[in-house]
């Protein structure tokens, strides 16, 4: 039986059938001689639930102009992540800055243990059952980009045995 857990769901919209998840939206403000400057830079990740996922930021004088043009540099960013049916090969610590965040492979109907931005880029990506742990820090921007590197740098049993010149099933023996 699932869980309702009465989260509160992300902004999420789709177009061109990509899933958009706005993950941070900041207020920057730079003093000037005649007073404060006011912009907005967006967090925003973009994935086809299927494998494919990428962030962005953006900057602009109004909130719509930044998440536009942070979506805008998601999609450009995509990258192809390593699934196993509904989960990840194996697990990985990925790593940003100060922060890392650790993922780990769970059995299906398990669900996405995540929080804050970690669960908008897994989301995004299609993975349903994953745990995860973010070290170090919570700024969104730093585990966002931790989390992408982690994603990117999981192999399958087939990449594994391409680059060693074996099957599959030798690696896997």
């Known amino acids: 039986m699932a869980r309702d857990n009465n989260r509160p769901q992300r902004r999420q ?5 990509l899933c958009k998840k706005l993950i941070a939206v900041n207020r920057i403000t730079k003093v000037v001689k005649g007073g404060r400057k006011m912009r907005f830079s967006a967090l925003v990740v973009v994935g086809d639930e ?22 805008a540099q998601a999609k450009k960013a995509m990258r192809k ?47 349903k059952d994953i745990r995860t742990k973010c070290l170090r820090t919570n700024n969104p921007a730093n585990v966002v980009a931790a989390t992408m590197q982690g994603l990117m740098s999981l192999r399958d049993a087939a990449q594994v045995a391409a680059v060693r010149g074996k099957t599959p099933e030798e690696v896997q023996a």
Request: glycine letters at 20%.
């Open 13 to 17: 919209e789709r177009d061109d059938g």
């Open 50 to 71: 299927n494998g494919k996922v990428g962030c962005g930021s953006g900057k602009a004088n109004e909130v719509p102009e930044a998440i536009e043009k942070a979506t």
């Open 81 to 127: 992540v390593s699934t196993v049916g509904t989960t990840i090969p194996h697990a990985v610590v990925g790593k940003f800055g100060r922060g890392s965040v650790i993922m780990m492979p769970a059995e299906e109907g398990t669900g996405v243990i995540a929080g804050g931005a970690f669960r908008g880029v897994v989301e995004a990506a299609g993975i």
